[in-house]
């Protein structure tokens, strides 16, 4: 069974640093890409940072230069660490599993990690 | 950018069409998905690559695309109380990934 469990979120002043992390299993790891998304508060969803299963990046603009993904396949974990935080960046986290043919097609979710950002 | 309706409505048996138009670019250049979000509950996909299911979702959900009209479609037949939700479609244009705004479906 495809499980991914996000945890790491937590409250967090402006400009501080946060780390999330994403555990995966049930699944060869390093066959599949790995998102991040989002979902602010009373929002729809958007789409935060891939990486794909040749541990290839990329961000949306809105975090670029600011947050940064990696992997460790030895843990079957992705991470996201979170730099320079800003209000706009009080979201539910998720990350998502691609499909086997495509990075950015989400057919796995996990239930999310709250981010919160205060001045 | 993916448009999609605000919101529709059907009653339960019938079928309804959630529709999701691509402007600025291609929608069958890059694969669509389609979500299901319940109030309060985490995103559920229902469609990927266009027009496959996810083992364990009934059939009543499908998926197409339409080149002519530069859209996708979500179709529910059947329709009931449970599918009362938000749907979002998602693709990639390329160099991001994009999500439509999302629709709510009230069932009647």
């Known amino acids: 069974e495809v499980q991914l469990l996000e945890s790491g979120g937590g409250l967090i002043q402006t400009g501080g640093s946060l780390r999330l992390s994403c555990a995966a299993s049930g699944f060869p790891f390093t066959s599949y890409a790995i998102n991040w998304l989002r979902q602010a508060p009373g929002q729809g969803l958007a789409w935060v940072s891939t990486?794909?299963?040749?541990?290839?990046?990329f961000y949306a603009d809105s975090v670029k230069g600011r947050f940064s993904v990696s992997r460790d396949t030895s843990k079957n974990t992705v991470y996201l660490e979170m730099t320079n935080l800003r209000a706009e960046d009080t979201a539910l986290y998720f990350c998502?599993?691609?499909?086997?043919?495509?990075?950015?097609?989400?057919?796995?979710w996990g239930e999310g990690t709250l981010v919160s950002v205060s001045s | 950018i993916l448009t999609q309706p605000h919101s529709v409505s059907e009653s339960p048996g019938k079928t309804v069409t959630v529709s999701c138009t691509g402007s600025g670019g291609r929608i069958g250049s890059s694969y669509v998905q389609w979500y299901q979000q319940r109030p309060g509950r985490v995103p559920f996909t229902l469609i990927y690559?266009?027009?496959?299911?996810p083992s364990g979702v009934p059939d009543r959900f499908s998926g197409s695309i339409d080149s002519s009209s530069n859209s996708a479609s979500l179709t529910i037949s059947g329709v009931k109380t449970e599918d009362e939700a938000d749907y979002y479609c998602q693709s990639y244009d390329g160099s991001r990934v994009v999500f439509g705004g999302g629709t709510k479906l009230t069932v009647l």
């Open positions: 990486i794909t299963h040749t541990g290839v990046t």
């Open positions: 998502a599993r691609g499909t086997r043919a495509c990075s950015t097609c989400f057919e796995y």
């Open positions: 690559e266009d027009t496959h299911r």
